[in-house]
T-cell receptor, first 113, second 113 residues
């Protein structure tokens, strides 16, 4: 019954080697989010899409990019991963109406070696 | 922008006791305050939420209170059970972007049998 699916669950990448994380949803929600969660910290919003409109957080590094080719899929691209980018990356969706629940995927744990 | 602080970072209680987790927020215009539970290896899931037009909401053993004047809200779990053990995150939704969620840093709750 998974509604927000992230692949892969675990990703190991080399320092500086581009990596892409993927997220898909079966909920037909307008909004898709990418959060970065480091150990024992709050999920930190990187950016989100409202339909095709991309909204970047002011403090999100340029190293992070995103694509949303259609309603169901959203990708997180890390152009040149550094050791500090190792984290859990959570994708979430919401209907985009005022004050509605966010549905999370199980996350992708990224390791940079 | 909105900032959410959460305390305590860890909480250990005896089965059957109550647990209280507290959060404060900075943006007085925020009007939506959800709580998410994240079990080990699983996705965050909404357990309860409250909107700024009410002061308290209860769902079985879980309740949330909101004090808008003081800008804080709390999660109360009564008659705790071992399956309540998880990380709990509070969040606030800034008024200027009502479908964004800013998270607290999380509380790891351990319920001892």
């Amino acid at each position: 019954d998974a509604m927000v699916i992230q692949n892969p669950r675990y990703q190991v990448t080399q320092f500086g080697k581009p990596v892409t994380l993927s997220c898909s949803q079966t909920l037909n929600h307008n909004v898709m989010y990418w959060y970065q969660q480091k150990s024992s910290q709050a999920p930190k919003l990187l950016f989100h899409y409202y339909d095709k409109d991309f909204n970047n957080e002011a403090d999100t590094p340029d190293n992070f990019q995103s694509r949303r080719p259609n309603t169901s899929f959203c990708f997180l691209d890390i152009r040149s991963p550094g050791l500090g980018d190792a984290a859990m990356y959570l994708c979430a969706t919401s209907r985009g109406l005022v004050n509605t629940e966010a549905f999370f995927g199980q996350g992708t744990r990224l390791t940079v070696v | 922008g909105e900032n959410v602080e959460q305390h305590p970072s860890t909480l250990s209680v005896q089965e059957g006791d109550s647990a209280v987790i507290k959060c404060t927020y900075s943006d007085s215009a925020s009007n939506y305050f959800p709580w998410y539970k994240q079990e080990l290896g699983k996705r965050p899931q909404l357990i309860i939420d409250i909107r700024s037009n009410v002061g308290e909401k209860k769902d079985q053993r879980i309740a949330v209170t909101l004090n808008k004047t003081a800008k804080h809200f709390s999660l109360h779990i009564t008659e705790t059970q071992p399956e309540d053990s998880a990380v709990y995150f509070c969040a606030a939704s800034p008024m200027d972007s009502s479908y964004k969620l800013i998270f607290g840093s999380g509380t790891r709750l351990l319920v001892r049998p």
